[in-house]
């Protein structure tokens, strides 16, 4: 969105402003509530400030909230040092907020006990509907209500994601509607049916095209609803064991990947690591929606400066991520027969592994990184060449200018197929070789960029329907084909907004725990006398650890170099606190269920967290 960010900040000059006391007059040169409602352009002006909340791409300036790699980095698939990052203990003091900055908890991947943007898309409805018919014609006016409910579904879809059971406000809720205002929490199902009909509102009225293809139009809408629908239809069949309501979700999830998968507009033409690093998305028909970065207006990021290899990653890929990659003969390391795939140091990882890997990770060991496994994924591949140099603005601090995929296609495909195998499993239609080649196999046929062409890396054999490879590890409740689906987006999304909400979606955070997953507490396997031989220092004795296969730790003594060899331990390493069932959600904070007491109201808090 090459616009989007001066757009940004002509709306905020256009902010309604209260007129001053001077004889009541209204300000005839400060846009208002009173006389902004008056042209199309106004009501596409006013869309434009719900983008810096919702697409988020990288964020801007040091800002996490959303943003890949920097806000988006507990999961299983990631390790620090010393004691794991854990869940909260304790309902907070407060969680409120009324911010209209992006707010992100990270442990929820989600937003705080903040309805001013349900509010916001509610007030732009109303003043939508006050134009019917003088300002805005039937078509216009089925677009921007389309827009403003696509806004509404998109927050309620988070908060339920993070809370669960929510207050459902379909409308302006004025400051003396005491009783709506302070009414307790809907059940989550009402309020999703509420997104439902907002989303299928939007799948048959918004535009194709407003003009500018970055503009939020049916397409980018379609792709959000996709990954909406499927959260909550998988949260629906594993959490609720609700197959009427799941399936329900579900289907809009494939009916909203249709239209995006059938419109001819996107396909698979680019190389993975210029999905993320590229100065200009425009041409990338991969991508569906995007953030453009540009310097001279002063709009940058930083997360490629924490892909420049000298940044430290304090929270890093771990071992169960490495794992997971698959072999590019399709086949998990311990069935393939690709020469060394058991073999899982990083050299030869790389090699043996789906082009993804390569993609994702730096080529050899990196101090830099709490596992020593580095991940470059988010910058181009200039700039971790720069190593040991300085950095030019675009690869340091804050002002980098790659842009950012905001909706990708293979995040819809993925989406599709994965609500298509669930649906299988509950009476509905078997997934077909077509769909697997619609989808995954798709993903698997993206060109290689010329560094992994150099490395000799190869592309991954198809998904052949009547070769599901059966994963040793596979859990036992999970059929074959969609353990690979979900394997496909654990390798496909690494640091970006999927995995925790995933394991949470299917009701698997049992990965987190490392009593259950060791490998989440280790780092690839490495020979340090080879490999590193920079740490074999005094420095690092009583400090530097392996463990060999069958679990045994060796720490460095100065005279055991030699025995260095096995899966890196990160330092001091030590499992998270024990946690139950009740972290799927968040708990409300205490000073807003005080709150609603002081009112006289009941707000009652989340299941587990009294």
């Given at each position: ?243 009427a309501k799941a399936n329900k979700y579900l289907q809009q999830a494939v009916k909203a990947a249709n239209i995006v998968m059938s419109s001819g507009k996107y396909s698979f033409t680019s190389d993975f690591r210029s999905l993320f690093g590229s100065q200009d998305l425009a041409s990338n028909k991969e991508v569906i929606m995007y953030r453009h970065y540009d310097a001279a207006l002063g709009v940058t990021h930083h997360v490629a400066s924490y892909s420049n290899l000298t940044e430290g990653q304090g929270t890093a890929p771990n071992l169960a991520l490495a794992k997971a990659f698959i072999c590019n003969d399709g086949k998990p390391y311990q069935l393939s027969t690709v020469e060394n795939a058991d073999k899982l140091d990083l050299s030869n990882m790389i090699a043996t592994r789906d082009p993804r890997f390569e993609a994702t990770f730096w ?248």
């Amino acid at each position: 969105m090459k616009k989007y960010s001066l757009i940004l900040m002509t709306f905020i000059l256009l902010v309604f402003i209260g007129c001053d006391d001077f004889l009541d007059r209204p300000s005839l040169t400060e846009m208002n509530d009173d006389n902004y409602w008056t042209s199309e352009n106004n009501v596409r002006l006013f869309s434009h400030g719900f983008y810096e909340n919702y697409f988020v791409g990288y964020n801007v300036a040091w800002g996490t909230a959303y943003a890949p790699l920097r806000g988006y980095y507990f999961s299983d698939d990631f390790t620090s040092r010393g004691k794991q990052g854990g869940f909260e203990t304790q309902a907070p003091s407060s969680r409120a907020s009324t911010s209209s900055t992006p707010s992100m908890e990270t442990t929820y991947a989600g937003p705080t006990w903040n309805f001013s943007w349900v509010r916001k898309s509610n007030l732009y409805l109303d003043r939508i509907d006050g134009m019917k018919g003088s300002i805005l014609n039937d078509e216009s006016y089925n677009h921007w209500s389309a827009v403003a409910r696509f806004f509404r579904g998109y927050e309620y879809s988070r908060l339920v994601s993070v809370f669960g059971d929510v207050p459902y406000y379909g409308r302006v809720i004025e400051d003396s509607e005491l009783d709506t205002l302070y009414k307790d929490r809907d059940d989550r199902t009402m309020v999703m049916d509420k997104v439902y009909e907002d989303f299928e509102y939007v799948l048959e009225n918004m535009r194709t095209s407003d003009g500018n293809a970055q503009y939020l139009n049916r397409y980018i809408a379609a792709g959000f609803i996709s990954r909406f629908m499927l959260f909550e239809g998988t949260w629906q069949k594993y959490h609720m064991n609700n197959t009427a309501k799941a399936n329900k979700y579900l289907q809009q999830a494939v009916k909203a990947a249709n239209i995006v998968m059938s419109s001819g507009k996107y396909s698979f033409t680019s190389d993975f690591r210029s999905l993320f690093g590229s100065q200009d998305l425009a041409s990338n028909k991969e991508v569906i929606m995007y953030r453009h970065y540009d310097a001279a207006l002063g709009v940058t990021h930083h997360v490629a400066s924490y892909s420049n290899l000298t940044e430290g990653q304090g929270t890093a890929p771990n071992l169960a991520l490495a794992k997971a990659f698959i072999c590019n003969d399709g086949k998990p390391y311990q069935l393939s027969t690709v020469e060394n795939a058991d073999k899982l140091d990083l050299s030869n990882m790389i090699a043996t592994r789906d082009p993804r890997f390569e993609a994702t990770f730096w080529d050899a060991p990196m101090k830099e990184s709490a596992t020593l496994l580095y991940a470059d994924k988010f910058i181009d591949r200039i700039g971790p060449t720069l190593y040991g140099s300085s950095y030019p603005p675009m690869y340091g601090s804050n002002t980098n200018t790659n842009d950012a995929p905001v909706m990708r296609l293979s995040e819809v495909v993925l989406n599709w197929i994965e609500a298509k195998a669930e649906m299988a499993t509950m009476s509905g239609a078997a997934v077909t070789q077509a769909d697997l080649d619609a989808s995954i196999n798709a993903i698997r046929q993206r060109p290689l960029d010329a560094v992994a062409t150099e490395k000799g890396i190869t592309p991954t054999a198809p998904l052949m329907l009547n070769a599901i490879p059966d994963d040793p590890e596979r859990d036992t409740d999970v059929p074959a084909l969609i353990w690979e689906i979900r394997r496909e987006r654990r390798m496909e999304f690494v640091y970006e907004h999927s995995r925790l909400l995933d394991i949470k979606r299917w009701n698997k955070i049992n990965y987190m725990k490392a009593s259950e997953n060791p490998d989440i507490m280790r780092g690839l396997w490495i020979d340090f006398q080879t490999e590193f031989p920079e740490w074999l220092v005094e420095e690092k004795e009583g400090v530097l650890k392996v463990a060999k296969e069958n679990g045994t730790i060796v720490t460095y003594d100065g005279t055991n170099s030699a025995e260095m060899v096995g899966y890196f331990v990160p330092e001091s390493i030590a499992e998270r606190d024990i946690f139950t069932d009740r972290v799927y959600l968040a708990p409300i904070g205490n000073a807003q269920i005080s709150e609603y007491l002081d009112k006289g109201y009941t707000l009652t808090q989340t299941p587990g967290w009294n």
